[in-house]
């Protein structure tokens, strides 16, 4: 697996610019201010969760979490690279990071994500997953970040803020400290974990299966790290 991708164009050709500006009028609150580059020649780091042997969630009809995970990641690297961004991945396809044969293959692939986002020289990380819980009334997105990190809690509130301004304008949930999630607590960048919704809700479901729903969920998380990175 390729987990460093090819380096951006950052001289951003006019054709390039031209897909930019006119692509704000995709969703109607983009604006063209927020193609302003504040990402460009960053080193954001995309954690698309689970994959391979490990599915994840799996929601009330079916659908993988790794598989929506997946495909919002790769938006938003698409989203980010366009704006000049380096992006490491920790996984492109459908596969988990551990070896063939690991006793533990969970824990072993929880450490070679962990290896390479520490390797990464990453200004942020973007970890991207789907919610559950046993009552299906729930739903919405949420961004959690280490209680201890200043940075990562102003990431994690950009990302809330998009999230729920391009998606979800009725949602009320808040980003969230928590110091448990294994991501946040072992990685050495401002890191953030992005709960796209909830698979145990049917309607989050079918959305969030639908590529044009992903794709606002995408560029969501995109605005809210360009933002972060206009406001440091």
Same mark, same amino acid.
């Given at each position: ?7 951006? !164009?950052?001289?951003v ?5 031209? $897909? &930019?500006? &006119?692509?704000?009028?995709? *969703?109607?609150?983009r ?18 969760? #689970? ?14 979490e790794?598989?929506?995970?997946l ?15 380096? @992006?490491?991945?920790?996984?492109n396809?459908?596969?988990g990071?551990? /070896? ?14 962990? =290896?390479?986002?520490? /390797? ?8 991207? #997953? ?6 299906? !009334?729930y739903?919405?997105? /949420? @961004?959690?970040? #280490?209680? #201890?990190s200043?940075?990562?809690?102003? &990431? ?8 729920? =301004? ?15 999630? *294994?991501? &946040?607590?072992?990685?050495?960048i401002?890191? @953030? ?9 049917? %309607?989050? =479901?079918?959305?969030?299966?639908? =590529?044009?729903y /992903? %794709?606002? @969920?995408?560029?969501?998380? *995109? $605005? ?9």
């Open positions: 697996m390729d987990f460093w991708t090819k380096r951006p !164009k950052i001289y050709g006019i054709g390039m610019l031209l $897909v &930019l500006l &006119l692509g704000y009028n995709i *969703y109607s609150n604006t063209v201010s927020t193609f302003a580059l504040p990402t460009a020649k960053r080193v954001i780091v995309i954690d698309p969760g #689970h994959g391979g042997f490990d599915p994840g969630r799996v929601g009330t009809n079916g659908a993988d790794k598989d929506i995970n495909a919002i990641a790769l938006k938003l690297q698409a989203y980010l690279e366009q704006s000049g961004a380096y @992006v490491v991945i920790t996984r396809a459908d596969e990071l551990n /070896q063939k044969g690991d006793p533990k293959p969970k824990s072993a692939d929880m450490r070679r994500r962990k =290896e390479l986002i520490n /390797q990464s020289e990453g200004d942020v990380l973007i970890s991207i #997953h789907q919610n559950s819980f046993p009552e299906s !009334k739903k919405g997105a /949420q @961004v959690f970040y #280490h209680g #201890h200043e940075e990562g809690k102003m &990431l994690a509130e950009s990302i809330q803020k998009a999230l729920k =301004e391009f998606v979800d304008p009725t949602n009320k949930r808040e980003a969230k400290a928590n110091t448990d999630y *294994y991501v &946040l607590r072992t990685t050495n401002p890191a @953030v974990i992005v709960e796209c919704g909830f698979l145990s809700n049917p %309607e989050e =479901e079918a959305n969030l299966n639908n =590529e044009t /992903q %794709e606002k @969920v995408a560029w969501a998380i *995109y $605005v809210g790290i360009v933002e972060y990175f206009k406001n440091l």
